[in-house]
């Protein structure tokens, strides 16, 4: 066998080695399974506070209007939510339908979260996360 075919063997082993042991990772960083704290920071859950200022398709927040649970009120683009205590929050929709989705924060570090949500109402059942809604527009 020559050098060539034998390097060449070496470099396909090598890479098919490498790709071989490790199993698909569907996070950007970090082990298997286990997102690094940057990560997280960047989609609004535990490991920092990321400051949105845009909703998201970049359009940036025009205002904001107070959104108290419980209380009805006119839809508008998007909700965030400053969450400073975890837990789970209730929106309803225009047409009714409700969907109740996990928010997270602390008082030593509340998390501000934008969802795209034009809601009528933050609804007081279902919703147990400590935190301040406003209607962004």
């Given at each position: 066998?020559?050098?060539?075919?034998?390097?060449?063997?070496?470099?396909?082993?090598?890479?098919?080695?490498?790709?071989a042991?490790?199993?698909?990772?569907?996070?950007?960083?970090?082990?298997?399974?286990?997102?690094?704290?940057?990560?997280?920071?960047?989609?609004?859950?535990?490991?920092?506070?990321?400051?949105?200022?845009?909703?998201?398709?970049?359009?940036?927040?025009?205002?904001?209007?107070?959104?108290?649970?419980g209380?009805?009120?006119?839809?508008?683009?998007?909700?965030?939510?400053?969450?400073?205590?975890?837990?789970?929050?209730?929106?309803?929709?225009?047409d009714?339908?409700?969907?109740?989705?996990?928010?997270?924060?602390?008082?030593?570090?509340?998390?501000?979260?934008?969802?795209?949500?034009?809601?009528?109402?933050?609804?007081?059942?279902?919703?147990?996360?400590?935190?301040?809604?406003?209607?962004?527009?």
């Amino acid at each position: 066998m020559n050098m060539r075919a034998i390097l060449l063997a070496a470099a396909i082993s090598l890479v098919a080695g490498s790709y071989a042991t490790h199993a698909y990772d569907p996070w950007p960083t970090g082990s298997a399974g286990t997102p690094d704290a940057h990560v997280l920071s960047a989609q609004g859950v535990p490991g920092g506070t990321p400051l949105g200022t845009s909703d998201t398709q970049g359009a940036p927040v025009a205002g904001a209007v107070a959104l108290t649970v419980g209380v009805a009120a006119t839809p508008l683009r998007a909700v965030g939510v400053l969450a400073t205590g975890a837990g789970n929050v209730t929106f309803q929709f225009p047409d009714g339908s409700t969907l109740t989705l996990p928010v997270y924060g602390s008082p030593s570090a509340p998390i501000w979260q934008i969802f795209p949500f034009a809601v009528t109402e933050i609804l007081s059942s279902g919703t147990t996360a400590t935190a301040t809604y406003s209607n962004l527009k």
